[in-house]
């Protein structure tokens, strides 16, 4: 398999602290990569070193199979990248300030700025300098910023941040064009794990520097477990029917409540069997275990975010 | 190059910096002006020529007013990537750190110049209103192009010696420590500018050697020399050596 990045045993630390341990990143070409992780996972840190902004303090990045230190001004023209809120000249407006990033990279048409800017809805600020811009608009001209030279590779991290619901959708569907129509490779990272999982080919999961996860979002589909949930008055006489009545041994209880992983029999039948059994059933749920529940379960509780 | 020098000037479109520094530079004519009609007033037999105009004019330019403005900019051209946060948006178009910080120097160079033929234009204009209603001796234009040529050099001599200065921006990100550091070198100015030792002080040296008044003070050209060249080589290397190693969190 092609992997547009590739990292080999990349680590940083600053003084005692490893902020990024030995990961091994892996982003086949025209995957949407989501990179998931608490605050202060070290996600920012891998994509900034992605970047060149941050040196590594050993291990490797290969872009586009090619060692990240070599060759830079043609491995970088490929990619465009957001890092958390993005940095614009304050007094220039939006056109200004892609006008500026066109010139620097050189040899890009004129028109791709105005294109850009019509993307993410910004082409009639004109007027308008940076430092007046709302957060969304800010990441829209970020997004319009990464995207205007139509790049192979897209590094962003947290590229929804400060947008309202309909921004967000819009730049799902931008992206998921990107990568379906365009065949570009994206490697996100977010704090929103249902807008990750939504566009996501490939979860990369990141706990306290090191790379924990890194599967297969279809794959995880399949494998995640739905469950039937009954809260009854006597666990210990419920699992007993379960055991006897039905053969089960796929469940786990939790206080009063006790989860059914088989489903040879569905919630109604078992829960008519407790009833007859004089057992007091007073809630019945079909559950399916997120991917919240999936990774909160990887980084031991408590949230992704 | 040209792209990169065509941005740094894009990126002063708008910039409060750039009028502000404008008006600073004019502050020493307008000072010079004051001064004559002063002495004017207060010693009407006291007679003055252009070139004592300039010459005053000079010493306050290079010791003060536009010492305090270069370093300001030094600092606002240095810090302003870290605090509105281009860093990040810029370095992976790609764009080298080394040229980046040449053309910081490049526009700093230009913009130090810049400001010293505004120094200059604002003491001929005044000067020439002064002369127009009250009278000045050896008031000729040729003298002030002489004088041009030295507020050239005394902009590209500043510029060597602020470059410690552009190290301190990036290492602090701001213009805070930059101007209160430049505010202690300036007192330094005004006690050294009298002194023979200020032959030995960087930011007075400039000033000696461009009036030519380093060999009364005792002192050998050469020991003046490289220290000002000293003091700004140190300043370029560490600025572009910080800057090349710099993680930028």
Same mark, same amino acid.
């Given at each position: 398999?092609?992997?547009?990045?590739?990292?080999?045993?990349?680590?940083?630390?600053?003084?005692?602290? !490893?902020?990024?341990?030995?990961?091994?990143?892996? $982003?086949?070409?025209?995957?949407?990569?989501? &990179?998931?992780?608490?605050?202060?996972?070290?996600?920012?840190?891998?994509? =900034?070193?992605?970047?060149? &902004?941050?040196?590594?303090?050993? *291990? !490797?990045?290969?872009?586009?199979?090619?060692?990240? =230190?070599?060759?830079?001004?043609? /491995?970088?023209?490929?990619?465009?990248?957001?890092?958390?809120?993005?940095?614009?000249?304050?007094? /220039?407006?939006?056109?200004?300030?892609?006008?500026?990033?066109?010139?620097?990279?050189?040899?890009?048409?004129?028109?791709?700025?105005?294109?850009?800017?019509?993307?993410? *809805?910004?082409?009639?600020?004109?007027?308008?300098?940076?430092?007046?811009?709302?957060?969304?608009?800010?990441? =829209?001209?970020?997004?319009?910023?990464?995207?205007?030279?139509?790049? %192979?590779?897209?590094?962003?991290?947290?590229?929804?941040?400060?947008?309202?619901?309909?921004?967000?959708?819009?730049?799902?569907?931008? &992206?998921?064009?990107?990568?379906?129509?365009? *065949?570009? !490779?994206?490697?996100?990272?977010?704090?929103?794990?249902?807008?990750?999982?939504?566009?996501?080919?490939?979860?990369?999961?990141?706990?306290?520097?090191?790379?924990?996860?890194?599967?297969?979002?279809?794959?995880?589909?399949?494998?995640?477990?739905?469950?039937?949930?009954?809260?009854?008055?006597?666990? &210990?006489?419920?699992?007993?029917?379960?055991?006897?009545?039905?053969?089960?041994?796929?469940?786990?209880?939790?206080?009063?409540?006790?989860?059914?992983?088989?489903?040879?029999?569905?919630?109604? %039948?078992?829960?008519?069997?407790?009833?007859?059994?004089?057992?007091?059933?007073?809630?019945?749920? $079909?559950?399916?275990?997120?991917?919240?529940?999936?990774?909160? !379960?990887?980084?031991?509780?408590? *949230?992704?975010? | 190059?040209?792209?990169?020098?065509?941005?740094?000037?894009?990126?002063?479109?708008?910039?409060?910096?750039?009028?502000?520094?404008?008006?600073?530079?004019?502050?020493?004519?307008?000072? #010079?002006?004051?001064?004559?009609?002063?002495?004017?007033?207060?010693?009407?037999?006291?007679?003055?020529?252009?070139?004592?105009?300039?010459?005053?004019?000079?010493?306050?330019?290079?010791?003060?007013?536009?010492?305090?403005?270069?370093?300001?900019?030094?600092?606002?051209?240095?810090?302003?990537?870290?605090?509105?946060?281009?860093?990040?948006?810029?370095?992976?178009?790609?764009?080298?750190?080394?040229?980046?910080?040449?053309?910081?120097?490049?526009?700093?160079?230009?913009?130090?110049? #810049?400001?010293?033929?505004?120094?200059?234009?604002?003491?001929?204009?005044?000067?020439?209103?002064?002369?127009?209603?009250?009278?000045?001796?050896?008031?000729?234009?040729?003298?002030?192009?002489?004088?041009?040529?030295?507020?050239?050099?005394?902009?590209?001599?500043?510029?060597?010696?602020?470059?410690?200065?552009?190290?301190?921006?990036?290492?602090?990100?701001?213009?805070?420590?930059?101007?209160?550091?430049?505010?202690?070198?300036?007192?330094?100015?005004?006690?050294?500018?009298?002194?023979?030792?200020?032959?030995?002080?960087?930011?007075?040296?400039?000033?000696?050697?461009?009036?030519?008044?380093?060999?009364?003070?005792?002192?050998?050209?050469?020991?003046?020399?490289?220290?000002?060249?000293?003091?700004?080589?140190?300043?370029?290397?560490?600025?572009?050596?910080?800057?090349?190693?710099?993680?930028?969190?």
């Amino acid at each position: 398999m092609e992997y547009i990045i590739e990292t080999e045993n990349l680590v940083k630390q600053y003084g005692a602290a !490893t902020v990024v341990n030995n990961i091994n990143i892996h $982003v086949p070409r025209g995957n949407i990569y989501g &990179l998931l992780g608490r605050n202060g996972a070290g996600k920012t840190t891998a994509m =900034r070193m992605m970047l060149n &902004l941050v040196f590594p303090t050993s *291990g !490797t990045i290969y872009l586009f199979g090619v060692d990240c =230190r070599e060759n830079t001004e043609k /491995l970088y023209c490929k990619i465009g990248s957001i890092v958390e809120t993005p940095g614009f000249y304050e007094n /220039l407006t939006a056109y200004e300030n892609l006008e500026l990033l066109r010139r620097l990279r050189g040899k890009q048409k004129k028109e791709y700025v105005q294109d850009a800017l019509k993307v993410v *809805g910004l082409q009639n600020e004109r007027t308008k300098p940076f430092s007046d811009y709302s957060l969304g608009m800010k990441q =829209r001209l970020g997004i319009a910023a990464a995207i205007m030279h139509k790049p %192979e590779l897209l590094i962003l991290d947290e590229p929804i941040n400060g947008l309202d619901p309909i921004g967000i959708s819009e730049i799902r569907l931008l &992206l998921s064009e990107l990568s379906q129509k365009y *065949g570009t !490779t994206i490697f996100i990272s977010s704090h929103v794990l249902n807008e990750i999982e939504q566009i996501a080919d490939i979860i990369g999961v990141m706990h306290e520097g090191k790379l924990i996860e890194e599967v297969n979002v279809e794959g995880l589909h399949k494998s995640n477990r739905r469950y039937l949930e009954f809260k009854v008055s006597d666990t &210990l006489a419920a699992v007993k029917l379960l055991e006897n009545h039905y053969r089960i041994t796929d469940y786990l209880i939790q206080e009063d409540t006790i989860r059914v992983y088989d489903h040879t029999y569905n919630s109604g %039948e078992i829960n008519k069997c407790f009833i007859n059994n004089e057992l007091l059933v007073t809630q019945v749920n $079909v559950y399916e275990e997120n991917l919240e529940d999936y990774f909160s !379960t990887l980084i031991g509780g408590g *949230g992704i975010a | 190059m040209l792209n990169l020098i065509f941005c740094e000037l894009l990126k002063l479109k708008r910039s409060k910096m750039l009028p502000l520094s404008i008006v600073g530079a004019l502050a020493t004519p307008i000072m #010079m002006l004051l001064e004559a009609l002063q002495t004017h007033f207060e010693h009407p037999e006291q007679s003055f020529t252009l070139s004592d105009i300039y010459e005053n004019s000079l010493l306050y330019v290079m010791l003060l007013m536009n010492m305090l403005i270069y370093v300001a900019i030094t600092a606002y051209l240095f810090s302003r990537e870290y605090t509105e946060k281009t860093l990040k948006t810029i370095l992976p178009v790609p764009v080298s750190r080394n040229k980046l910080v040449n053309v910081k120097f490049f526009t700093l160079l230009i913009w130090s110049i #810049m400001l010293s033929v505004v120094s200059w234009i604002g003491s001929l204009v005044l000067s020439t209103i002064y002369h127009f209603i009250f009278g000045l001796d050896d008031f000729y234009f040729t003298a002030s192009l002489q004088w041009l040529i030295k507020f050239v050099l005394s902009g590209i001599m500043m510029f060597f010696t602020v470059s410690p200065f552009a190290f301190l921006a990036e290492k602090t990100k701001g213009l805070v420590a930059p101007m209160i550091i430049s505010a202690v070198m300036v007192m330094g100015n005004v006690a050294l500018c009298n002194q023979n030792i200020g032959a030995l002080y960087p930011w007075t040296a400039t000033f000696f050697l461009l009036e030519g008044k380093t060999e009364s003070t005792g002192y050998p050209i050469l020991l003046s020399i490289g220290i000002i060249i000293f003091v700004s080589v140190i300043g370029f290397c560490v600025t572009f050596h910080y800057f090349k190693k710099e993680d930028l969190k």
